[in-house]
């Protein structure tokens, strides 16, 4: 038995928007746009849709689609990291997100006699124990300025806050402007340092981690750490 090919239906549509509508000649305007505003508004523009949608596909389309749907699908398994964002001054910054362990209001920064400084702050009382508290602004000679206790930030008021991290073993905690919290990004979104960077800024910073519309630096952990306990010397 011959196999009936599928012919194709051509649908004949009058697209009268195109010659006396919105889209057509001004000079030669369709009478039912004083009353429909539009041509999407209009009964014989929407039953030219509806005819369009309902025709039945070319055999060509329907051939594509089912070869397209028959593939198998592939996931694409990125391997995923998690950082810490945080501002610290006017810069934003982060960190890997397992050295934060948690973050707490602002409070009183206790100055050390003849040992406080640019980078040692002092010492800071966390849920009743007094931790150090340091300066990542400090290290990175992040200037500071006047800032009040509450920042207002995009109209709403943004408090600081202090960050408690450890590494092996070592509790350190230090001020921030604003926190951004944790998010997960894949290796491509950190890219190569600018070579206009310089000075503590390049040294502490391996990447650049490229969030919605920021550009945040990401710090080199191993090399800042070290750097802040040797501050605790």
């Known amino acids: 038995m011959e196999e009936k090919k599928a012919e194709t239906v051509v649908v004949a549509i009058d697209d009268c928007w195109n010659r006396i509508g919105v889209w057509g000649d001004p000079e030669k305007r369709c009478p039912e746009l004083d009353r429909t505003i539009h041509c999407r508004n209009c009964a014989k523009y929407s039953a030219a849709g509806r005819r ?6 070319e055999p060509e389309y329907r051939q594509e689609w089912t070869a397209l749907l028959a593939k198998e699908k592939q996931a694409e398994n990125l391997p995923t990291k998690s950082a810490f964002v945080f501002r610290a001054g006017g810069e934003w910054l982060a960190l890997p997100a397992g050295l934060i362990r948690e973050v707490v209001d602002m409070g009183m920064i206790h100055t050390i006699p003849h040992r406080s400084g640019q980078i040692l702050r002092g010492l800071v009382n966390i ?5 150090v508290c340091v300066s990542i602004g400090g290290v990175l000679g ?7 206790r509450d920042v207002k930030i995009h109209g ?3 408090p600081e806050r202090l960050v408690v ?9 230090f001020p921030v402007t604003e926190v951004r919290g944790h998010v997960r990004y894949t290796p491509e979104m950190l ?6 960077v310089s000075g503590s800024k390049a040294v502490y910073t391996k ?3 490229c969030l ?6 990401f710090l080199e952990d191993d090399m800042l750490f070290r750097t802040l306990t040797r501050s605790l010397a």
């Open 52 to 57: 369009l949608l309902d025709r039945v596909p």
């Open 127 to 131: 849920r009743g124990k007094l931790e």
């Open 142 to 148: 992040i200037e500071h300025g006047e800032r009040k």
């Open 156 to 158: 709403y008021v943004t």
């Open 165 to 173: 991290g450890a590494r092996e073993g070592q509790i350190i905690v």
């Open 191 to 196: 890219r190569e340092l600018p070579v206009t």
């Open 207 to 209: 990447g650049i981690l």
């Open 212 to 217: 919605e519309d920021l550009d945040i630096g």
